[in-house]
């Protein structure tokens, strides 16, 4: 019987240290995606209702986001150097955007009308992925990232460059997606993350760490275009969900954002120095 109390103790014991951990987790999780949350937020309130009159939408959001950031940037929630990465994603994908809501192309496209925008895309467009590159500065901040086998910056930045070409180039030549995960596959199989939940370091392989988030990212994206944000093809008609098939894509994307704040950050690991292989 002593025994099997010691047993119960320790159960209790390591539930109530379970739920510590997962609490304080979804805390630091839900203050990094401040920013990505705040957009959904809005999108979803003024799908539900928005008053007539000669402010768009979009515009609107566009106007709502930019306080955002200039929020981030004033209270030095991030610092100059994380908004210029920030930024500079931002720029890259809303360069991808115009490609790809083209005529020419019509990947997907923003079916109502804007003021503030670059061709067929609303200048709010960029701040969606400004919002995931926001989440990846704060979470390696407020979970205090280190690694175990970051590879060599060459490596990654090549890595991301070729991602990033492959949104363009497969529209015109063999789609390299597939090559392109075996590549980052291969490339972060030793990589190991370390993060810190209250006085204590956890650990996990990077590669489901990345999966898990841009599973989350298109779950989002299930509700913004449930929230008439854009649209896809066959989405015309009425609402449908994402296709699943869009999860490597997301994966992809992200890892771009990550790489580019990994030159801010700079990955080390558990001692305090430049994290290699």
């Known amino acids: 019987m002593p025994k099997l109390l010691l047993r119960d103790g320790r ?39 928005f008053p007539s009159g000669r402010l768009h939408r979009y515009d609107l959001l566009f106007a709502a986001a930019l306080l955002f950031q200039l929020f ?3 209270s030095k929630r991030e610092s100059g150097r994380e908004t210029l ?9 809303t360069a991808m955007e115009v490609f790809k809501t083209s005529a020419a192309v019509g990947a997907w496209r923003y079916p109502e009308e804007f003021a503030l925008g670059i ?3 609303p200048l709010f467009a960029g701040f969606m992925y400004g919002a995931v590159g926001s989440y990846m500065v704060h979470i390696w901040s407020r979970f205090d990232f280190r690694f175990h086998a970051w590879p060599a910056a060459a490596q990654t930045l090549a890595a991301a460059a070729a991602i990033y070409a492959n949104f363009f180039t ?3 030549m063999v789609d390299l997606r597939i090559a392109l995960l075996v590549w980052v596959v291969v490339l972060f199989r030793r990589t190991r993350i ?16 990345w999966f898990l988030v841009a599973f989350f990212i298109w779950l989002a994206e299930n509700l913004a275009t449930l929230a008439n944000v854009w649209v896809y093809p066959g989405q015309e008609a009425g609402w449908c969900p994402v296709a699943p098939a869009k ?10 954002s990550f790489v580019l704040v990994a030159q801010v950050r700079k990955p080390r ?8 292989p």
Request: aromatic share 14%; glycine share 8%.
């Open 119 to 121: 061709g067929n895309v």
């Open 11 to 49: 159960a209790v014991h390591d539930a109530g240290r379970w739920t510590e951990f997962l609490l304080e987790f979804a805390r630091g999780q839900a203050r990094a995606c401040a920013f990505a949350a705040y957009l959904l937020t809005l999108m979803l309130l003024t799908h539900l209702w």
């Open 85 to 93: 990465v920030i930024g500079l994603f931002h720029l890259l994908a």
């Open 170 to 172: 497969h529209h015109y």
């Open 72 to 74: 981030l940037v004033l």
């Open 247 to 256: 999860l490597p894509a997301w994966f992809l994307l992200m890892i771009v």
């Open 194 to 209: 370390f993060y810190r939940i209250g006085s204590r370091r956890h650990s996990m392989p990077l590669l489901p760490g």
């Open 269 to 276: 690991k558990l001692n305090g120095q430049c994290c290699r």
